[in-house]
């Protein structure tokens, strides 16, 4: 695992920009063949700005009450940090929908990374590592077949969890050596 946290942002970031520039301007068939599909707008509240922030802000809490200084710090600047990024990509890209740049997705990469940002809070349980992945499928899809092109979401899970990984490195226990 420890491992895996050093090479992911590399690879992530790599597989961004390769499906950035393989997707192209406009639609795959795939995301066309999705944006056929009527979606639960209920369901779209993952992903809604108000929900998002209440969630982070649960979780800054839960580790400030803890007394984890640095996770609460990691944990509430991570998410813009990358929301910008993801802003800032758009215009590398240029991809639009309905007139709007398109990719990666920034409320995707919001998700992701608040999703990621509980489960660091949380150590790591289970139960968070279900629900992260659980609201971050349905969030994708959901987004992926209303007002995103899918593939727009897939660009922003590789974004969000090059910056989980990242904030897991920053956040880690150092292992005290048994000499």
Known sequence: MRTALHWW????????FA?????????????????????????LV??????QVTVLGVAVAY???RGRWRLAAVSALCPPVAVVSAQ?????FGRTRDGELA???GHITAL??????????????????????AAVVVGM????????????????????????????RLVERPRHRVT
């Open 88 to 92: 800032l990509l758009k215009r590398v």
């Open 112 to 133: 992701v990374v608040i999703a990621g940002m509980v489960v660091l809070v949380a150590g790591g349980r289970l139960w968070a590592i279900v629900l992260a992945t």
């Open 9 to 16: 942002p590399v690879v992530a970031v790599a597989g961004l």
């Open 46 to 51: 993952l992903v809604e700005a108000p929900v």
């Open 141 to 168: 899809v959901l987004v992926g077949i209303t007002f995103h092109y899918f593939t727009d979401t897939v660009g922003a899970l590789f974004l969000g969890s090059a910056y989980v990984a990242m904030a897991a």
């Open 19 to 43: 499906l950035g520039w393989l997707v192209g301007t406009g639609p795959t068939p795939l995301d066309a063949r999705l944006l056929a599909v009527d979606a639960p707008d209920p369901l």
């Open 103 to 105: 990719y990666p997705s």
């Open 63 to 65: 580790a400030l009450w």
